[in-house]
């Protein structure tokens, strides 16, 4: 059975009495799923200062959301199904919710797929629409956008066979990049696990990243490996219409083959980045948060890399520099005009310290097979985690006024890393 842990708001206490009327909210309620994230944290932080009353949701007993003062009730969600999600919808309707949020692809298209469920119990998901929602998620599909609105995109092959994959690493050439052509695939039980991009130096190496990475029939995309820097931009569409802009600089990833960002800084929104961001979001007529990220070694265009229709996991960086884009999509949920703030800071440094950690064993781990490009040493992965940080570094979880998020992290990182070790 679900888990509910209530706090704070006392009428969310009589959500523990099987019978009886449970008082409306005087405030608009709000869940947020996928609690575990650094982005439902930030977005936990961002609505309850702003007055929401914030619920939480995820499949861990103590996920990172739920340790902060804001979070005013916590479900845990019994698994990545709909009937899991039904549960979760029912609690949520008796307890007044208005809107839920989504965080990950998973959670946008289960709730997604029961849209109408959601809105007949009078709540309003944070969500692209299906038609718009599966096209951002499908790999394949954001290249074909991409490439009739004249956005680079590194040379992609569509294989149907194993034959084909090969051949199709002939034609981008040795080393390439493989990836699944969604990353998420629903199942009876929940969804196909991703291993992620996988990278291939050799015919061998490549039929193993291949088969990892084969979705039933459909096969992955081949892609060539392209150098540069990785960079994204960050945006809060309306139907199609970028409202708000965010970019950042990474200054480390967490796995440094390519992933998100240990540690980052804002920076200005680059217009060669911002334009061609700017007609793949219209392209896909893109509502609500997205990100768009490119390889750029300053020479070439740059070259698309993903979109993420979704809240990302450095959320917290654009909300320090003034970029409050929770904030921003609960008030164009509610119908309002919302219109970007005129400026954010640029240079605002935040450190995910977990994700350090976590940097520092991929570096022990070593290379990822097939992976060609410069890689850390262990000494500089003793310098990035103990050493002197940029100047002004905050971090992503601490808030003197809120620090058990931060405490939570490590409790529950710790179980993570410990559950992994033995």
């Known amino acids: 059975m679900p888990t509910l842990i209530s706090r ?37 932080r961002s609505l309850g200062r702003a007055g929401y009353d914030v619920l939480v949701a995820s499949d861990r007993r103590w996920p990172l ?51 109408a469920a959601w809105t007949e119990v009078g709540i309003t998901v944070g969500c692209a629409p299906a038609d718009t929602l599966l096209q951002a998620f499908d790999k394949g599909r954001v290249i074909a956008r991409a490439e009739a609105c004249g956005v680079s995109v590194p040379s992609t092959q569509f294989p149907d066979s194993l034959a084909a994959c090969h051949a199709a690493a002939e034609v981008v050439g040795f080393p390439c990049v493989v990836k699944a052509r969604c990353s998420n695939v629903p199942t009876r039980t929940g969804f196909a696990r991703d291993p992620g991009p996988g990278y291939a130096a050799s015919h061998a190496e490549l039929e193993a990243a291949v088969r990892a990475r084969r979705q039933g029939e459909q096969w992955p995309l081949i892609q060539s490996w392209v150098a540069g820097q990785g960079k994204g931009v960050f945006a809060l569409c309306d139907h199609g219409r970028v409202v708000a802009w965010f970019a950042h600089e990474r200054l480390r990833d967490v796995q440094p083959s ?28 893109w509502h609500g948060p997205a990100m768009v990220e490119f390889r750029d070694d300053g020479v070439h265009p740059p070259w698309l890399i993903e979109v993420n229709g ?100 490590w409790v529950e990182g710790l179980r993570e890393l410990v559950a992994r070790i033995t």
Not at 14 to 43: E, F, K, M, W, Y
Not at 70 to 99: D, I, M, P, Y
Not at 258 to 285: C, F, N
């Open 65 to 115: 959301g739920a340790w902060s003062r804001h979070c005013a009730a916590q479900f845990r969600v019994t698994g990545e199904t709909g009937a899991a999600f039904a549960e979760l919808r029912a609690w949520a309707a008796r307890l007044g919710v208005s809107v839920v949020l989504p965080l990950t692809e998973r959670s946008c298209i289960l709730c997604d797929a029961d849209r």
């Open 8 to 44: 704070r708001a006392p009428e969310l206490d009589r959500a523990r009495v099987p019978v009886g009327p449970i008082s409306p909210p005087t405030r608009v309620r709000v869940l947020v799923l996928d609690g575990q994230t650094n982005q439902a944290l930030a977005c936990v």
């Open 258 to 285: 390519g992933s998100g960002s240990s540690l980052r800084r804002s920076a200005p929104t680059e217009a060669r980045l911002r334009a061609p961001a700017e007609r793949l979001l219209a392209a896909l007529e």
């Open 310 to 409: 979704r809240f990302w996991g450095s959320l917290a960086l654009a909300i320090a520099a003034g970029v409050d884009f929770p904030l921003l999509w609960m008030r164009m949920l509610a119908g309002e005009t919302v219109t970007a703030p005129p400026d954010y800071r640029d240079g605002v440094v935040v450190r995910w310290l977990w994700g350090d950690v976590k940097r520092f064993f991929y570096i022990l781990r070593g290379r990822p097979p097939g992976y060609r490009a410069a890689y850390p040493g262990r000494a500089q992965a003793v310098r990035e985690l103990f050493g002197r940080q940029p100047a002004g570094t905050r971090s992503e979880t601490w808030d003197r006024h809120d620090p058990w998020p931060a405490v939570g992290e």
